[in-house]
């Protein structure tokens, strides 16, 4: 599948992020919104945009926007959700990871919005 390595690390992410915000919450698990909003940094810094536009650019009928990404997409998207994970686990606020990675996504990453722009051509 397109997505396994990248679903993981998705996985892997999540359970840091809980951490985390447990240690900063007096033991309270993170809500939903936690998870979401950093899967939507790392789709808004390399693809230009979040899950909920992807889903109107792609058509798609579901919520399992990155089903519909291409192999390279999804690759990068693990890497950058690996890259995530250190950040939060060195202490990083939120405001400073979405500002790392977008730096990121901007010089390694820069190729990635011409996938974007192939995407919207075969959508």
Known sequence: MVREPQKEGYKKLSEV???????????????????????????????????????????TKDKATREHF????????SELQTMDMGLVMAGFDYETRKKTIANICSTKYKHMQLIVKELKETA
């Open 17 to 59: 992020l809980d951490t985390n915000y447990q240690l900063t919450h007096e033991g309270k698990s993170a809500p939903n919104y936690v998870f979401s909003n950093e899967a939507d940094m790392i789709n808004r810094a390399l693809l230009g945009m979040s899950a909920k536009k992807l889903q109107a650019l792609l058509d």
């Open 70 to 77: 291409t192999v390279e997409i999804n690759k990068t998207i």
